[in-house]
T-cell receptor, first 117, second 110 residues
Framework: NAGVTQTPKFQVLKTGQSMTLQCAQDMNHEYMSWYRQDPGMGLRLIHYSVGAGITDQGEVPNGYNVSRSTTEDFPLRLLSAAPSQTSVYFC????????????????FGNGTRLTVT | RKEVEQDPGPFNVPEGATVAFNCTYSNSASQSFFWYRQDCRKEPKLLMSVYSSGNEDGRFTAQLNRASQYISLLIRDSKLSDSATYLCVVGYTGGFKTIFGAGTRLFVKA
């Protein structure tokens, strides 16, 4: 059982480049989300989805896009990378869609460490 | 003011000590409460859910005080392997989101 799989584990980008962080889960979870973690600030929600075809913004959505064409996949796109987007990115999922999003524990991927120079 | 606040620590304790972490949250509409553990450069993992009546899991005890909007985690008989960052987490009905505190760092020393 793979759980939540994130790729790549590490990435270095130059300012202005674009890229997609991949996230896939095999637990048939309806709810998926992306967080970024910066020192001293904890995890902050970027975007989330309560089911296929439904996405919404979290606390810090600017500079990021998401889509949810299938239940399994929830890619995060950086449109034009900036040094302020240097961070560790975590994808997470849980059961139950909207209800599960706040009521059930989150399952996290291993994270993607992104550096923008 | 942050929605979920924790003392960042670090807490440095000897093996066998009892240590307590506190967390406050600002939104009275909060519905669910958790403690997660995060090891250095790893993903957060659920330690335990927190229930209104308080709950215990081995050496770990969690308490919730809704009136004071306060959550606590007590670790008894600390082990070296307890060294980690402990994240206080609150779930809200509005916006379908889960908010994380910045974490409290614990070092347990021999």
């Amino acid at each position: 059982n793979a759980g939540v799989t994130q790729t790549p584990k590490f990435q270095v980008l130059k300012t202005g480049q674009s890229m997609t962080l991949q996230c896939a889960q095999d637990m048939n979870h309806e709810y998926m989300s992306w967080y970024r973690q910066d020192p001293g600030m904890g995890l902050r929600l970027i975007h989330y989805s309560v089911g296929a075809g439904i996405t919404d913004q979290g606390e810090v959505p600017n500079g990021y896009n998401v889509s949810r064409s299938t239940t399994e996949d929830f890619p995060l796109r950086l449109l034009s990378a900036a040094p302020s987007q240097t961070s560790v990115y975590f994808c997470a999922s849980t059961i139950g869609g909207a209800l599960g999003s706040y009521n059930s524990p989150l399952h996290f991927g291993n994270g993607t460490r992104l550096t923008v120079t | 003011r942050k929605e979920v606040e924790q003392d960042p620590g670090p807490f440095n304790v000897p093996e066998g000590a009892t240590v307590a972490f506190n967390c406050t949250y600002s939104n009275s509409a909060s519905q669910s409460f958790f403690w997660y553990r995060q090891d250095c450069r790893k993903e957060p993992k659920l330690l335990m859910s927190v229930y209104s009546s308080g709950n215990e899991d081995g050496r770990f005890t969690a308490q919730l005080n809704r009136a004071s909007q306060y959550i606590s985690l007590l670790i008894r008989d600390s082990k070296l392997s307890d060294s980690a960052t402990y994240l206080c987490v609150v779930g809200y009905t509005g916006g379908f989101k889960t908010i994380f505190g910045a974490g409290t760092r614990l070092f347990v020393k021999a």
